[in-house]
């Protein structure tokens, strides 16, 4: 059937007049490159900083229990008054100053969109956690960036010099850091919180593995907010649970942020069932975690070509003689897969691994004995 003259009129019409839907997003947005992580795949997989163990039957099976005494029909709490509880009390601080959240990413995402706007200016130190510049420049903030030191370290005075000279609305430090795995110093850090004119919010995503926090510092700094995360030592990445610590005042801003029932029932209940169980269960997996850190950074130090960077997480950056492309593609052919980090600031000849099993760290120290006998 022919379109008629007035159809054909106005259809031309409508097509001169479209755009193109990609002209809505911001230009920062558009020339942003996507945080994303490779779909290889590897029987050891020492990538991602996860716990080598999975969660312990009996927290699983206290969580199974709790769930299926519940009705399944009801939303969660919409504010997990419990789960807050239990978290002050592992935390030492007060349920009032706790948020509870999907994953830490969207609390760390929730205080910067309370926050940062056109012309506000977030201070980072590189190469850290890649979400805090894209989740900044998303916002239209402004990303400062202090280097670490050569040695990969914080630059305490270079970060209060930044804060003098740019006067940030939001300090952001990872520590133990990603991907470098050290730690700022608590008399560094107090320096910044007493300088610093805005908030600072400090990242313990691994705080476990160093046995140290940083959170006794805020019953006296009301602009400290600090991020903790099921998803390493706890063994819950694939719950998606984290949690913020701060003044009460300041969590109930940021929770403004947070979308309603962000966090589900059974993520609710295996966080609760995981503190309660954190002392019998998940802190002898962290003490073997952390033995073998040790023993693994023995072993990478022993082979020639390679220099691991002494940590007190549960990864380890390492620089490599060889690209560290190529040995992520040896290893991969060998079922290892490791992180390359190799575009990170500062991390041109490095890659990054996870601390696996005893059994997996031995097989990536024969496996990366061999790479390195060949190729140097």
């Known amino acids: 059937m022919q379109q008629s003259r007035f159809e054909l009129k106005t259809q031309n019409c409508s097509m001169a007049h479209m755009h193109d839907p990609l002209d809505t997003i911001k230009q920062r947005v558009r020339e942003l490159r996507a945080y994303s992580l490779t779909p290889d795949r590897g029987a050891v ?19 199974a229990r709790r769930l299926s005494a519940r009705s399944w029909s009801r939303y969660p709490d919409f504010v997990p008054v419990s789960l807050h ?14 948020v509870a959240g999907n994953g830490s990413n969207e609390l760390i995402q929730a205080l910067l969109m309370v926050t940062v706007t056109e012309g506000k200016r977030v201070l980072i130190s590189e190469p850290t956690f890649a979400l805090y510049r894209q989740v900044t420049t998303v916002l239209g903030g402004e990303v400062i960036s202090v280097p670490l030191t050569p040695d990969l370290k914080y630059d305490a005075e270079a970060l209060m010099k930044a804060i003098g000279e740019h006067e940030p609305d939001v300090t952001i430090i990872c520590s133990p850091n990603n991907p470098t795995g050290c730690r700022i ?21 691994y705080f476990e593995f160093t046995n140290h926090s940083v959170v006794p510092l805020l019953e006296r700094h009301a602009n400290l907010a600090v991020f903790r995360t ?19 005042e300041l969590a109930r801003e940021i929770s403004k942020a947070v979308l309603p029932y962000n966090l589900n029932a059974m993520s609710q209940t295996a966080a609760e069932v995981t503190v309660e169980m954190y002392a019998e269960e998940m802190r002898p997996l962290v003490d073997k975690i952390i033995a073998e850190r040790e023993r693994l950074y023995v072993g990478l130090k022993n082979i020639r070509g390679l220099a691991p960077v002494k940590s007190v997480s549960n990864f380890m950056v390492v620089r490599s003689d060889i690209a560290p492309r190529r040995v992520f593609d040896e290893l991969l052919r060998r079922d290892i897969l490791i992180r390359d980090v190799s575009n990170y600031p500062m991390l041109k000849d490095y890659f990054r691994l996870s601390v696996g099993t005893p059994a997996e760290n031995d097989l990536l120290i024969n496996a990366l004995r061999e790479i390195f006998a060949n190729e140097l």
């Open 45 to 63: 997989k020492i990538n991602q900083n996860e716990n080598p163990w999975d969660t312990p039957a009996p927290i699983k099976m206290e969580t």
């Open 85 to 98: 509880e239990k978290l002050a009390r592992f935390a030492g601080w007060t349920p009032d100053g706790v």
């Open 185 to 205: 110093d608590d008399a560094d850090l107090m320096k910044i919180l007493e300088a610093a004119r805005g908030l600072v919010a400090v990242d313990e995503a």
């Open 230 to 248: 099921f998803s390493k030592a706890m063994a819950m990445a694939a719950l998606r649970v984290g949690y913020l610590l701060a003044a009460p």
